[in-house]
């Protein structure tokens, strides 16, 4: 008769099979349930899964227990690849602690590839992550590179697809890979709401500043055009500017402010509104209007999209329109895991919510 660790893990091992097809993460019991359903030692379960652990049948994980490959493959892949511009901006903390604490739960890791918002570099992590054999990925998770263009790197995301990688876009997707599913915030119903409530507090002049080189931002301003057409006040698109990455990243790396500076030379005194693309550009044009003795929401109001920490660390706290907490990195993890265990997924827009503070103000005088 085979030795009790061995019948054991034989049992365990049905079980594990049993979860393989359903795809569903699988958590085994605690070594104490395991000693109570089977009636043996603690000994005997701790050798019983180094055994499977050793068939990569099973990953532990020190503090959260030990999963089953019900949500692994059988060569012991469970690495999902997330492909973020940043870890270190003021929004990534918050997103990939929930984007990874999902995934954690459900027994997968994790790397974090920086793109930094670069396509070479991205194209870099793609042809790694397409020739890495000895440890493959399980699925991948990415925010697109300067997402308002086609990606000249959808050749190699279509051969990631075809090799049977399920690829989930967040925050952004890409037009020539239109078929490839994502998680994002309807950021054009977003711009028209924000947009609009400008128009109901009595504004009459209201201009925005956008990233170019991003999908969500494009969508963001398409929406407030919107808006402005519905209340018949087009006449402010000349208003609403943009900037790119690069200006983005001398502005994070060596707080150049020229970009916000040229565009308050331009248009400030043309506006009574200004609508901004994240809490972010918010936060820096705040500093701006400060510098200039330009009071808020007094001379100028300023509203935008999220709702960090910049929001209320400003002069004055900024009104924006973001998700719920959390949603957009849950969101995200679910999703791929789904993906992962077969299942379809539509297209997911999460919904906005308008986070009402001073920066605002009363309707202009």
């Known amino acids: 008769m085979s030795a009790k660790y061995i ?32 009636h043996v030692s603690r000994q005997t379960v701790r050798k019983a899964l180094s055994v499977l652990e050793a068939e990569h049948l099973i990953k532990k994980r020190q503090g959260s227990g030990s999963y089953a490959v019900g949500n692994l493959r059988r060569d012991g892949a469970s690495q999902i690849a997330i492909l973020v511009h940043s870890n270190t901006e003021y929004i990534y903390p918050r997103l990939l ?36 054999r000895d440890n493959p990925v399980r699925g ?16 190699l995301y ?100 020229g970009f916000l500076s040229g565009f308050l030379d331009r248009q400030l005194k043309n506006m009574t509104a200004i609508v901004c693309c994240d809490d972010e550009i918010a936060y820096w044009l705040m500093k701006e209007l400060t510098r200039r003795k330009v ?18 660390l400003s002069s004055v706290p900024i009104t924006s329109y973001t998700q719920a907490e959390h949603d957009i990195g849950t969101a995200a993890a679910e999703s791929i895991l789904k993906l992962i265990s077969g299942k379809t997924i539509t297209p997911k827009r999460l919904p906005w919510q308008l986070v009402m503070k001073r920066s605002a103000g009363s309707p202009p005088a």
Request: hydrophobic share 35%; aromatic share 8%.
């Open 7 to 38: 019948q054991l893990a034989n049992q365990l091992r049905s079980l594990i099979e049993q979860n393989l097809e359903s795809g569903a993460a699988y958590r085994l019991p605690t070594e104490t349930a395991l000693c109570q359903t089977y």
């Open 97 to 132: 602690a929930d984007l990874c604490g999902t995934l954690q739960k459900h027994g997968f890791s994790w790397t974090v590839y920086v793109t930094e918002n670069q396509i070479a570099r991205e194209r870099e992590i793609l042809a790694f992550l397409l020739e890495n």
């Open 140 to 155: 991948i998770v990415s925010e697109g590179c300067k997402t308002s263009f086609p990606t000249p790197n959808h050749d």
């Open 158 to 257: 279509s051969r990631l697809a075809q090799s049977g990688i399920p690829i989930l876009f967040f925050r952004g997707s890409y037009q020539n890979l239109p078929d490839f599913p994502f998680v994002k915030d309807p950021d054009c119903e977003g711009g028209y709401a924000l947009g609009q409530h400008l128009v109901s507090l009595g504004h009459q002049a209201i201009g925005g500043i956008f990233r170019t080189d991003d999908a969500q931002c494009v969508e963001q301003r398409t929406g407030l055009l919107l808006a402005l057409r519905d209340a018949q006040l087009l006449s402010c698109e000349d208003g609403i500017c943009g900037f790119d990455t690069y200006q983005l990243t001398a502005l994070r790396k060596e707080q150049d402010t």
């Open 295 to 312: 009071s808020v929401p007094d001379d100028v109001s300023v509203v935008c999209f999220d709702c960090s920490y910049l929001g209320d």
